[in-house]
């Protein structure tokens, strides 16, 4: 009985003592509308600068963004990782009325007080890839005070809009398939089907049609080997739990597109005007899921000064340029932060 | 306006007619019935009465969340090689960073043991999470102040199901015990409005 208690307690102590994911930063929840939201602070917290990642999907969560060109910007700032209601390995139970965008703003709110509570925040960059882009779209709309910078990474600042782009993305790939008499059983009827959607409202079946295509065309990745996957390390020695994944992914989407209320708020291309801090507009040329033309939406109406607003393509990505082209997307971040911090 | 609870006479047994007339209690009344009938030995009229054993086993919440369970069973049936048993648990662990588990829950299922101790196990029940957040919490109030928030923690229903495999080392007397392994899963309802499915592995020591 002692012996095995004895090695009960040497496993217990060298599984819950091992990974960075389970050891390194600063580790907290912040509890918001029923909604009990993990916040990850890595980095040189020493800098000042802080970068806040509002992870994707929506149902992403923001610990999967950790790599290498992430670490490489923890070297000289701080980054702040966090799950979003209802997201990633968020918990609690928050009621269907809190999925909304209004909540995730304030969900936001409340992280980046904590935030500042907790750490000196001198200067804070908020980096919104894809549904991270809408979410910080809409914060900035209402929140521009104190946030030193705007990285929009192939967000989607207006899902109606890019729902036309999406379409003509993968339109224009089974167009050239077609013509070129490859996989012509997969796109056969695709141009005409993606042609009578333009100006449809999403819903979920044309929605997941449409993202089977366009994931076949490579809209997510470019090169489907730079997909970096789940490691066991995310998955067995960190607060990431893949229960939790299927369980939370797809929850804010369902809501999203069977709530017209919530489906209007993410129309916001004509209120970028609003938004005057300084921006940089990050897109992947052969991104699918938020085709480049909402690159140009962005950057065009933007309110930001043009001395104070870039637009980078990286010509080698799709959708996932940190994990395409990690050296590019860590200069052009890097060359930012280092502008307006 | 008074309400007056129901009298029931002293003596007067509960009223089980509405319950049975159920088709799916009558179903599983017949199922366990049978099952009995199958399983079931005359006892012998020296068998002492059989103390309740004692079960400790880790428990690994997705096998590397450490954890622990102790417990133990109550043989319903027993007859031959096969034996419908209940056990009863009470445990916990720790998903570091993201939650702590602790759970009393019960399983009702049926062994069947090999004439040199091996067995295996496929069990069912239910039981109470109350998780805790692994870390400390903040709230921010309406006007923006932010504070530490009190974590009670938050309750779940826990169904659960496990398959085992184990050895009975008192079926040849080698000593009172067995050792086992079972593959676990559990859910967590409410999570988010859902159900959240766990998997876990236990490695434990049933004292006989």
Known sequence: MRTLATVALLLAALLTGCGRF???GDFFFVRSAGADLPVWVRGNTDSGVFMVVLAGGPGNSSMSYL???????????????????????????????????????????????????????QKLFLLGPSWG?????????????????WIDLDGNHDWQKNWDFALDYVKVHAERKLA??????????????????KGTRIISDNLWKWQRLCTKAGG?????????????????????????????????????LSDDAFYDALQMSSKLSRITIPSLVLWGRHDGAVPVAMAHDAYDNLGTPPEHKFLVIFEKSAHMAPFEEPEAFLTAVTQFIEKYR | MDFQLPVTQAGTPPRLGPILSRPSVRLALAAVISVAALLSSPARADES???????????????????????TELSLVRGGSGAIVLTGNLGGYVHPRNHV???????????????????????????????????????????????????????????????????????????????????T????????????????????????
Not at chain 1, 180 to 197: H, I, L, Q
Not at chain 1, 235 to 240: G, I, K, M, W
Not at chain 2, 188 to 196: A, D, G, S, T, Y
């Open chain 1, 220 to 256: 997510y990745f470019h090169e489907p080997s730079n997909s970096p996957g789940l490691g066991a390390e995310l998955l067995l020695f960190s607060p990431f739990s893949f229960g939790a994944m299927l369980t939370n992914n797809g929850i804010v989407l369902e809501k999203l």
């Open chain 2, 49 to 71: 009465p059989t103390r309740l054993p004692l079960t400790v086993a880790y428990l690994g919440e997705t096998l590397v969340h450490p954890g622990l369970t102790v417990g």
């Open chain 1, 133 to 149: 882009g809408t979410l910080g779209t809409a914060y900035l709309l209402e929140h521009q005070e104190g946030v030193a910078g």
């Open chain 2, 185 to 208: 899963l559990f859910g967590q309802f409410p999570f988010n409005q859902r159900l959240l499915p766990h998997a876990a592995v236990q490695l434990g020591v049933r004292f006989q």
């Open chain 1, 180 to 197: 070129a008499g490859e996989e012509v059983d997969t796109w056969r009827g695709v141009p005409e089907w993606a042609e009578s959607m």
């Open chain 2, 101 to 183: 588990g602790l759970f009393a829950s019960a399983e009702v299922g049926g062994r069947l043991t090999a004439s040199f101790g091996l067995y295996g196990e496929l069990l069912a029940g239910a039981g109470y999470l109350h998780t805790f957040l692994q870390g400390p919490a903040y709230g921010v109030s309406p006007d923006g102040a932010v504070q530490p928030a009190a974590d009670a923690g938050r309750p779940a229903l826990m169904p659960t199901a496990s398959l085992g495999l184990g050895w009975d080392l008192q079926r040849n007397g080698v000593a009172p015990l067995a050792l086992f392994t079972r593959a």
């Open chain 1, 67 to 121: 790599s290498p060109v992430t670490e490489s910007l923890e070297e000289k700032y701080a980054v702040v990782y966090w799950d979003q209601r209802a997201t990633g390995v968020a918990q609690g139970n928050p009621t269907p009325e809190t999925i909304s965008l209004a909540q995730f703003v304030a969900d936001t709110h409340a992280v980046i007080s904590t935030l500042r509570q907790r750490h000196d925040v």
């Open chain 1, 22 to 24: 389970q050891t390194e």
